[in-house]
Each structure stands twice: as C-alpha cells, then as structure tokens.
C-alpha cells in the first residue's frame, strides 16, 4: 500500500473507547491523539464522526478529504478461538501462538484423540473460528484422522482451519464437505522438527474476525467511510514491537523488547527475540517465534479482577495494597459489576496498583520459558518455551500501566530476582518505556504505508521510566 496523501488518518475501535492518531507523512511525525467513548455496540458511526470532528480541527477540511483513513478494531471482545492439537508441547502450542499472533483470545486447547466432553465443551463455548492441526508432514495420522471425524460429525458449526499433516487433507476436505462444514486447508504449521508455518494460518483467522467484526451492527456502515479496515487491533500491536525492536533501513531497533499491556479484561504480553539456549539447556517443544503474543484472559483489573486476586493470592494482594480483605473484597465486588468505573478514592487506587503489579508479574512468567532440571546422560537441563533473559527494554501500555501510579514498579515485575527464581528466563534488568501517547495500534496500521513514519511517531511516544515515578 502506497500514500500520496499528506496526511493518514488512523482509527481504532474497541470496545471502551473509539481512538484516533493523525500522522503527518511528510514530517514523518504525530499531529494529535484522540480519543471518544465507544459506540460500537449500537452505532460505530457515532464515535467515528466524533474522531473525523477532531482530526478535520488538526489538519482542515481539506487535507481531512484527501487524507488515508485506516482502521483496527479490537471491538466485540475480539475474535474467539479453539485449538485442537496433537501433543500439547508441539502442535497444541503451535496452534496457540498462531492463533494469539493474529490477534485471537483462545478459550479452549485440546490435546490428542478429541473426547465427547471435549466436543460438547468446544460447543457450548462462544468460540468463532476453531484452528485444527498436529502432526509432522507424512507422520503419524490415525488420531488426526478420527479427530477430523468427530470434529466433521459434531454440532461445532464455526470456520475450521486444517493446518495438520497435509498427508490426512484429503480426507478433511471430504468428511468436512459432506457434512457441510465451513473449512480452510493451509500448509502444515509444524511440518517438520524446529520448523514452524503459520503465515497462511494467521492471513485466515484475520481475514475471518475482519469479516465479522464489519457484519457487526454499526462496523459494517464505517466500512464504507474508510479505505481500508487492515487488522485486528492485537495484531496491529504485535507488529508495531516487531517494527520497534527491528527499525527500518533508516533507523536502528530497539533490539530485543517487550510489550507489557494491561487491560480490563486481559493482560497480553509480546515479546521479540530469537529463540536461544539458556545456558546450555537443550531446548524441547514448539519452535518459539520470534515475536510471541500471549493473553491473559483471567488477569485484567476489572471484569477478572476476581481471578486475578485469586492468583495473586489475597494475602500478597491487601500487603501490596495496604488494605484490608474486607476493602478489597468490596472494591473487586464493585469493579466486576461496573467494569468501565476508574480508580477515584485513594484505596481504590492503591487496590487498582497492586492488581497491576499482580496481572504484570503473573502473565509475564506465564508467557516466558523456564529451565528443568535432570539427571540424565549427557544432559542436565532441559529449556521449556522462551529464552527471554537478555530483553534489554520492556514497554508498557494500557490504561492501567498509562494512567496508573508508580509506573516504574509496575513494570519491574517483569524482572527476575536470579536468587529466587534462577529458572525462570526473564531478565535480570531492562529499561522501561511508556507509551505515552497510546499508539502502538497507530504504528502497526502506519507500517502498512510508510515504515519510517511509523516507526519514529512510536518511538517519539516512548518515555523512559525511572524509579519512584509517580502519576
């Protein structure tokens, strides 16, 4: 995609707030941010208008008319996902990180031959597309085949994706067909060992919640006020840190990052490195790409802020808070009702910090690998997921981290204290970024059309955060 226009308009629809960034091509720099409360869920039009009212005061009406205007849209609580794998080590994982790198929640993972309560589960979940794979290319088929009969046979009436053994394809594409299912056949995700294929795998699930994301009451009306709805916001993050750590031919990376975003309902965390051996460990699973995205759908800091507080650990979380069980307990009660209430009293604030703290420390140690330790011959520690000791900046986005106290300690739950934890691989120490003026979702619509501009107008928003930041 090319841009003649001296201005892009970039728009995102979520389901809080409806966002706007305008970004001077030509200085290569940001114009204004905006933002306005979402009206997706009855008219999308509604919040546009009030994003186009701002962009045409920053730049006139005619430049408005000329401008690009692209879009993301993390509306509707994103896409929904199943995955149904083999081994829960390659293909299940495989499937998952295909899944949460085009910017899907997965709600359901199954492992090996499919079971009636598995089928009955994936059925009753509000699952909207489900991701069918396992087994290296001209490999063992037998399960893959009766998972591909029970699948074909069953009341599950969602887009299916076959990214398995191509060998076992013909015969999905035959009982899928017969039994009227809606399928897509891709290359193998895992086609042999340390190899990995998931291009085809993440175009279809993008092209899918794109689909429905417009058929939705009010999105399917913008669509036409636009030149192009491009992705999924998840997505549009995650290669906005691939752009970020990378650079461009023109401006050096920030190398090896992470992307810390906390949300209301999830906590995701993105990661960019190659994947390495710690120490010598001998490293076993799923090839770990090189930008991973994981979500946290039970540790965000209001609509799970019960599941969170139940992971941090009551006790941890009123220490942290300076509160009593029974505040927190009444605040959690509150916050998981009215979901949108900001933090006002002052132990509502120190409760909203601590849940941070929490949702950062849990979700980064979740996403990140870990060493076991064996006796066996000729090895002694086997690596586990993610080798992400040498992550040398960690930024931070998301209301909570943005708008929150004492970002520098929020983020620092990141690190590792190698005494107490020497097998988990986080770093030991990084520099900490704010997103200050929230547009990572900006950079990676902009990198579609201009690499360069999107890459300075994040970098321009990064903040260095040093210790004892306040609001």
Not at 57 to 64: K, L, M, S, V, W
Not at 176 to 184: D, L, S, W
Not at 401 to 413: A, E, P, W
Request: glycine fraction near 8%; aromatic fraction near 6%.
């Amino acid at each position: 995609m090319s841009c003649q226009s001296r201005y892009t308009i970039l728009i995102d629809f979520g389901s809080t707030y409806t966002k706007v960034a305008i970004v001077d091509m030509q200085e290569k720099k940001l114009v204004k941010t905006d933002q306005f409360s979402s009206t997706v869920a009855y008219d999308a039009r509604i919040g546009l208008q009030q994003c186009f009212d701002s962009a045409r005061q920053a730049i006139g009406q005619e430049e408005f008319e000329e401008s690009l205007k692209l879009s993301s849209s993390s509306a509707a609580g994103g896409l929904r996902m199943g995955v149904v794998g083999l081994s829960r080590t390659l293909s299940s994982e495989a499937g998952r990180n295909a899944a949460f790198g085009s910017g899907a929640k997965v709600l359901k993972t199954c492992c090996g031959l499919l079971t009636e309560e598995d089928l009955q589960e994936l059925h009753r979940l509000p699952l909207e597309i489900l991701l069918f794979c396992g087994g290296y290319e001209n490999g063992s088929s037998s399960i893959l085949v009766k998972n591909a009969e029970m699948l074909a046979k069953s009341d599950i009436h969602i887009p299916i994706i076959y990214a398995g053994n191509s060998k076992v394809a013909p015969i999905v594409r035959s009982l899928f067909t017969f039994n009227h299912k809606e399928f897509y056949v891709v290359n193998n995700i895992i086609p042999n060992v340390g190899m990995m294929d998931k291009n085809q795998v993440e175009d279809i699930i993008r092209d899918v919640f794109l689909k429905r994301i417009i058929n939705m009451k009010g999105l399917d009306k913008v669509s036409s006020m636009l030149d192009r709805m491009v992705m999924p916001t998840p997505a549009a993050v995650l290669h906005a840190g691939e752009l970020l750590s990378t650079g461009t031919d023109s401006y050096k990376g920030l190398g090896d990052l992470m992307i810390v975003d906390v949300g209301g309902a999830t906590t995701d965390i993105h990661s960019y490195a190659q994947q390495a051996s710690y120490e010598g460990a001998k490293v076993i699973g799923a090839v770990e790409p090189y930008m991973k995205r994981t979500v946290e759908g039970d540790l965000g800091v209001r609509e799970s802020s019960n599941s969170l507080s139940a992971e941090i650990g009551m006790e941890n979380l009123c220490r942290e808070a300076g509160a009593s069980e029974e505040e927190v307990n009444a605040v959690i009660g509150k916050w998981i009702t009215h979901n949108r209430e900001l933090a006002q009293k002052d132990i509502e604030v120190k409760i909203d910090h601590a849940l941070t703290c929490g949702a950062v420390r849990i979700s980064a140690r979740r996403h990140a690998g870990w060493i076991e330790h064996i006796s066996s011959a000729g090895v002694k520690a086997v690596q586990h997921g993610k080798n992400l000791s040498n992550i040398r900046a960690v930024i931070g986005t998301g209301g909570p981290i943005i708008f929150g106290k004492d970002r520098h300690r929020i983020l620092s739950q990141v690190l590792r204290t190698k005494c107490k934890e020497p097998d988990i691989l986080l770093p030991e120490e990084a520099k900490f970024y704010l997103d200050k003026d929230y547009v990572l979702f900006a950079g990676g619509l902009l990198r579609e059309v201009d690499e360069d501009a999107a890459f300075l107008i994040m970098k321009n928003s990064l903040e260095e955060i040093f210790g004892n930041s306040a609001m």
